[in-house]
């Protein structure tokens, strides 16, 4: 009987990332497993779109988002050996495992387009920077395109906005307990914060389907994950690195 029995505090803090972590999962597969169902619907039984180009924002998002989420995976399990802290270990699993299993889906949808993972000489996320109008496969004219977002210069393997430098995260190898914690926390925010925009890129010019599903649930269980990191920063005497 007592071993069925948790102790109170221990639950209350299970029970309050579980829910967070479970909430940000459930709504990315919700967003991504109904689109096929409301693709039909809107098409009303039309041909499917044509095959995404290796130039188009479908392509360029899966490519950019794959590489975005493999260095949160990485973070994830580098604070996982960091720190006892069982609220923040559980977190990053979680990011872990979801964003594994997406950047899965992504790195799939390419290789079923037949198209590279990588392309030498396209710069990271110059899909985004697209007109809404550009051929999706559908007969329409191409729009503009310049090289991507202004905003953010590569460097120290920091490819795209959010993503930590290679000198931050050897900072984050280093540290350990609250340190490290804090450190994983902010990174981690600002990750979410690249990919929630990159995310919201993909909604506005990718094609309606599934991965434009997917990148709806992306926007909407990150901001869910960011939400919790800032209460957990708040509970360590810390804060986002950004507003």
């Known amino acids: 009987m007592a071993d069925t029995v948790p102790a109170a505090r221990p639950a209350r803090r299970a029970t309050r990332t579980q829910w967070a972590a479970i909430t940000a999962v459930v709504l990315a597969l919700v967003f991504a ?19 995404p180009t290796a130039d188009s924002a479908d392509a360029g998002f899966a490519r950019d988002m794959a ?4 260095q949160a995976v990485e973070m994830s399990f580098i604070v996982r050996d960091s720190t006892d802290d069982e609220e923040v270990r559980r977190l990053a699993y979680d990011i872990a495992n979801t964003q594994a299993n997406q ?12 198209l590279p993972k990588v392309e030498s000489g396209r710069e990271p996320m110059a899909w985004m920077s697209m007109d809404k109008t550009m051929d999706h496969g559908d007969g329409m004219d191409m729009g503009s ?9 590569p460097q120290d393997g920091s ?3 959010g993503m930590a430098t290679k000198t931050e995260l050897d900072r984050l190898r280093e540290a350990r307990g609250k340190a490290a ?12 914060k690249g990919g929630v925009d990159m995310a919201e890129g993909c909604v506005q010019l990718c094609v309606p389907g599934t991965e434009k ?6 926007v909407a269980a990150q901001q869910s994950e960011m939400a919790l990191m800032a209460d957990l920063l708040a509970a360590r005497g810390a804060k986002p690195r950004t507003g």
């Open 159 to 161: 490819l795209m906005p």
């Open 103 to 114: 950047r899965g889906m992504l790195l799939g949808w390419l290789d079923m387009w037949g």
């Open 213 to 218: 599903n997917l990148a709806e649930g992306m």
């Open 67 to 70: 590489v975005h989420h493999q």
């Open 145 to 153: 395109m310049d090289h991507g977002d202004a905003g953010h210069q």
């Open 181 to 192: 914690e804090v450190l994983y926390l902010q990174l981690m925010t600002d990750h979410h």
């Open 33 to 51: 497993g109904t689109a096929a169902v409301a693709s039909a619907g809107r098409d009303g039984g039309r041909a499917a779109p044509r095959t």
